[in-house]
């Protein structure tokens, strides 16, 4: 079946510093590929997506490229802050058959000091 | 900006009671649904609930767990005899399109 794979965690960082969460996966479709993150108390809220290979999913200075021959989509953000303390989850979307309902990671906790 | 909701966000119940977990979703959303998280595991999927009915539902959806859309703006997950494995986060989540999931912030639940 469809899986998704991610760094464990949790990332610690120094505020300015360059992030990269790595995310593997397999799927038996064309999966849609997706990076969700969840802030404290919070739920989890879509943060980019790509459907296809080669897309880059981008927003809040975060951004993944999808890569189908190393069936990767790895999260990076050039220059962290502390407001990005949050948990990370990457996630698929295998659409074959119908079904939307996506596929999730563990999870990666990214703790940024000041 | 529009917020899925749940309540209560923390419920301890003994095993084998019933317990009734409450998500209010956004409510022009069309599509619900529920996801649990077993402490450092996974975020899995239960069910989807489309057009006053269970559209997918996974293989941890058993008849010990049923959904209910009651009027036109709650959506609850009800559990009927909890056991200890049960505990877990459970994440209601509602959309209009099927790949664009909003999640409401959980409700832990614990069963001694």
């Known amino acids: 079946g469809d899986s998704v794979t991610q760094m464990e965690g949790p990332v610690t960082l120094s505020e300015e510093a360059f992030l990269t969460i790595n995310c593997t996966y397999t799927a038996t479709g064309y999966p849609s590929l997706f990076w969700y993150v969840q802030y404290p108390g919070e739920g989890l809220q879509l943060l980019l997506k790509?459907?296809?290979?080669?897309d880059k999913g981008s927003n809040k200075g975060f951004e993944a490229t999808y890569r189908k021959e190393t069936t990767s989509f790895h999260l990076e953000k050039g220059s962290v802050q502390v407001s990005d303390s949050a948990v990370y989850f990457c996630a698929l979307s295998d659409q074959t058959g119908g079904s939307y309902i996506p596929t999730f990671g563990r999870g990666t906790s990214l703790i940024v000091h000041p | 900006e529009p917020e899925v909701t749940q309540t209560p966000s923390h419920q301890v119940t003994q095993m084998g009671q019933e317990v009734i977990l409450r998500c209010v979703p956004i409510?022009?959303?069309?599509?619900f649904y529920w996801y649990r998280q077993i402490l450092g595991q996974k975020v899995e999927f239960l069910v989807s609930f489309y057009n006053n009915e269970i559209s997918e539902k996974s293989e941890i959806f058993d008849d010990q767990f049923s959904v209910e859309r009651p009027d036109g703006s709650n959506f609850t997950l009800k559990i009927r005899s909890t056991k200890l494995e049960d505990s877990a986060m459970y994440f209601c989540?509602?959309?209009?399109?099927?790949?664009?999931?909003?999640f409401g912030p959980g409700t832990r639940l614990t069963v001694t």
């Open positions: 409510s022009n959303h069309l599509y």
């Open positions: 989540a509602s959309s209009m399109v099927v790949y664009e999931q909003y």
């Open positions: 790509a459907t296809k290979a080669d």
